[in-house]
């Protein structure tokens, strides 16, 4: 089992920036990669950005590509997302997950909360 704590929510204005932190902890050593995803009322979940676990290889949604970044520091456990020039339309819960390996995500965090102000 691996277990996720997402940190670093908040309420910004338009144009500002936040770091989301995700830490892992438990059957670490199993993690194919990590994402985060998001989840706006009303809205379905979505992908944002993943990075594999060994190589770093990252991946990122059209609406966030060149402002969001993912990266992650294997020695704490962590990964972290980078958002700047943050928009309205970015309002959401933010998920952090895990998975073993390609397909679907087997861990997730709790969300933590994002809200951009216009």
């Known amino acids: 089992q691996v277990q996720l704590v997402e940190s670093g929510g908040g309420l910004v204005q338009a144009g500002a920036s936040l770091r989301l932190s995700c830490a892992a902890s438990?059957?670490?050593?199993?993690?194919?990669?990590m994402g985060w995803f998001r989840q706006a009322p009303g809205k379905e979940r979505e992908f944002v950005t993943h990075?594999?676990?060994?190589?770093?290889?990252?991946y990122y949604a059209d609406s966030v590509k060149g402002r969001f970044t993912i990266s992650r520091d294997s020695a704490k456990n962590t990964v972290y997302l980078q958002m700047n020039s943050l928009k309205p339309e970015d309002t959401a819960i933010y998920y952090c997950?895990?998975?073993?390996?390609?397909?679907?995500?087997?861990?997730w965090g709790q969300g933590t909360q994002v809200t951009v102000s216009s």
């Open positions: 990075i594999t676990w060994s190589g770093g290889r990252t």
């Open positions: 438990g059957d670490t050593f199993s993690i194919y990669s």
């Open positions: 997950a895990a998975r073993k390996s390609l397909g679907v995500y087997d861990y």
